[in-house]
């Protein structure tokens, strides 16, 4: 079941909330993140998708700059790697998403 979630339609305090549970969800296990949640915790971070380029999404940010390709697995899932690439690029930048 794909889902995504709107994150114009949600406030500041619960955008921040859906944010923090989300990069919390990533670093206690990267297998079981979906993939719809890997692209809006891209989001979360200021990462825009910069291209689409057959089943790859191309997510980039510019301060400091950053690229990552992402992808879904065939059960809807992110890959565990590029799961843990977007954790390392937070946790260097002091990008945890705190509440």
């Known amino acids: 079941m794909w889902y995504q979630i709107s994150l114009e339609a949600l406030s500041w305090s619960e955008l921040n909330k859906k944010c923090h549970e989300l990069f919390e969800k990533a670093k206690s296990n990267p297998k079981g993140l979906r993939f719809a949640e890997l692209?809006?915790?891209?989001?979360?971070?200021?990462?825009?998708?910069?291209?689409?380029?057959?089943?790859?999404?191309?997510?980039?940010?510019e301060d400091p700059?950053?690229?990552?390709s992402i992808q879904t697995m065939k059960d809807g899932k992110a890959k565990p790697y590029q799961v843990r690439q977007l954790l390392n690029y937070m946790e260097e930048n002091s990008l945890d998403t705190k509440e």
Do not use: Q
């Open 39 to 61: 692209k809006t915790l891209c989001e979360c971070i200021g990462m825009s998708c910069d291209r689409v380029a057959g089943s790859h999404f191309i997510f980039k940010i």
């Open 65 to 68: 700059f950053f690229l990552i």
